[in-house]
C-alpha cells in the first residue's frame, strides 16, 4: 500500500465553520490531488499540486483552498462549510508524468465530511 | 461535459463467469487509462493499465482492451469471483501535465454465487 495518511478519518461539523483536512505521504512523491466521492458523479478533482508550493485548481475547486509547504503533506481547506461539501474525499499521490508511460495515482483510505 | 463514460452503473454476474466492464471517453489526447476497484469504505486501488500504443494488456485473470478507433476500453474479468464484487472506476490520462486523471462514474460490479 501507497504510504498515505489522511486525517481526520471522519468529521461532523457545521455549517459555515472551517474544516481543514490533512493528508501525509510517505513516497516522496511529486504530485498530490485531492478528489471527492460523489453518488452519481464518480471521483472528481477538487485541487491538485505539482511540487511544494505549486498547487492548481481542478473541477470542481469552488469552496476549496489547498496548501502544500512541505513535499509530504498537502492540506485541503473548506472555508465556509456548506452542505454540498458532505462527501468523501481521498487523497492522491503519484510519481511518474511520462507521456504514455502512465501517471498511475494512489489513494489514500478516504476522510467522511458532513456538513449539518 | 463528460469525457471519460461508464454507461452502467452495475452488472451482475455469476460467479465463473466472465465479467465485462465497459468505458468510453471523448478525448483524443487521452493517452493512458487505467481502472481501479473499490470497496465501501475504502479508498480505489489500482486494477490494471494500458498505454494507447497497445491494444490490450494482461495481468492474471484481469484483461483490458483499448480500441482506439472506437474511443472504447474494456475491462475483462474471467473466471469472476465473489471478492470481485466492488465498484470499478475507470479514468484517462492526457499526459503532459500533472492535473490528474480523469475518472467515469464507476460501475457497481456484483458477483452472484
Known amino acids: 500500500d501507497a504510504g498515505i495518511t489522511q486525517s481526520p478519518r471522519h468529521k461532523v461539523t457545521e455549517t459555515g465553520t472551517p474544516v481543514t483536512l490533512r493528508c501525509h505521504q510517505t513516497e516522496n512523491h511529486r504530485y498530490m490531488y485531492w478528489y471527492r466521492q460523489d453518488p452519481g458523479h464518480g471521483l472528481r478533482l477538487i485541487h491538485y499540486s505539482y511540487g511544494v508550493k505549486d498547487t492548481d485548481k481542478g473541477e470542481v475547486s469552488d469552496g476549496y483552498s489547498v496548501s502544500r509547504s512541505k513535499t509530504e503533506d498537502f492540506l485541503l481547506t473548506l472555508e465556509s462549510a456548506t452542505s454540498s461539501q458532505t462527501s468523501v474525499y481521498f487523497c492522491a499521490i503519484s510519481e511518474s508524468r511520462v507521456r504514455n508511460s502512465g501517471n498511475t495515482i494512489y489513494f489514500g483510505e478516504g476522510s467522511w465530511l458532513t456538513v449539518v | 461535459d463528460q469525457q471519460v463514460k461508464q454507461n452502467s452503473p452495475s452488472l451482475s454476474v455469476q460467479e465463473g463467469r466472465i465479467s465485462i466492464l465497459n468505458c468510453d471517453y471523448t478525448n483524443s489526447m487521452f493517452d493512458y487509462f487505467l481502472w481501479y476497484k473499490k470497496y465501501p469504505a475504502e479508498g480505489p486501488t489500482f486494477l490494471i493499465s494500458i498505454s494507447s500504443i497497445k491494444d490490450k494488456n494482461e495481468d492474471g485473470r484481469f484483461t483490458v482492451f483499448l480500441n482506439k478507433s472506437a474511443k472504447h476500453l474494456s475491462l475483462h474479468i474471467v473466471p469472476s469471483q465473489p471478492g470481485d464484487s466492488a465498484v470499478y472506476f475507470c479514468?484517462?490520462?492526457?499526459?503532459?501535465?500533472?492535473?490528474?486523471?480523469?475518472f467515469g462514474k464507476g460501475t457497481h460490479l456484483i458477483i452472484q454465487p
Open positions: 479514468a484517462a490520462d492526457s499526459g503532459g501535465g500533472a492535473d490528474g486523471l480523469t
